[in-house]
């Protein structure tokens, strides 16, 4: 039951927007104090989430932000900052879009 609660809360952080409107407001570069307010936040919306699963969270809307970015024509994402993995699926991604 308790796997219940949480999926449904990770649903209601997703559609919240919190997590985009952070993304985009740090441009996809953030740091722990930043994530700690975010946090805050959370918790005011009554939201339980780990620490690792947030992180995951924000990387997928990260990905998510450059690949928009990158469909709207403007890097919205600052890839220097990204581990290797990252941006090779966003390049990755990018890459199969022009090829098709």
């Given at each position: 039951?308790?796997?219940?609660?949480?999926?449904?809360?990770?649903?209601?952080?997703?559609?919240?927007?919190?997590?985009?409107?952070?993304?985009?407001?740090?441009?996809?570069?953030?740091?722990?104090?930043?994530?700690?307010?975010?946090?805050?936040?959370?918790?005011?919306?009554?939201?339980?989430?780990?620490?690792?699963?947030?992180?995951?969270?924000?990387?997928?809307?990260?990905?998510?932000?450059?690949?928009?970015?990158?469909?709207?024509?403007?890097?919205?994402v600052?890839?220097?900052?990204?581990g290797?993995?990252?941006?090779?699926?966003?390049f990755?991604?990018?890459?199969?879009?022009?090829?098709?």
């Amino acid at each position: 039951m308790e796997e219940i609660t949480e999926n449904a809360q990770l649903e209601v952080l997703k559609n919240s927007g919190l997590l985009s409107e952070f993304v985009r407001n740090t441009k996809g570069n953030w740091n722990q104090a930043e994530v700690e307010s975010l946090m805050i936040k959370i918790r005011e919306q009554n939201i339980t989430i780990a620490l690792d699963k947030l992180g995951a969270l924000l990387e997928s809307e990260r990905v998510a932000l450059a690949q928009k970015g990158a469909d709207e024509g403007e890097t919205a994402v600052n890839f220097d900052e990204l581990g290797l993995r990252k941006k090779r699926e966003v390049f990755g991604s990018e890459l199969k879009k022009r090829i098709r």
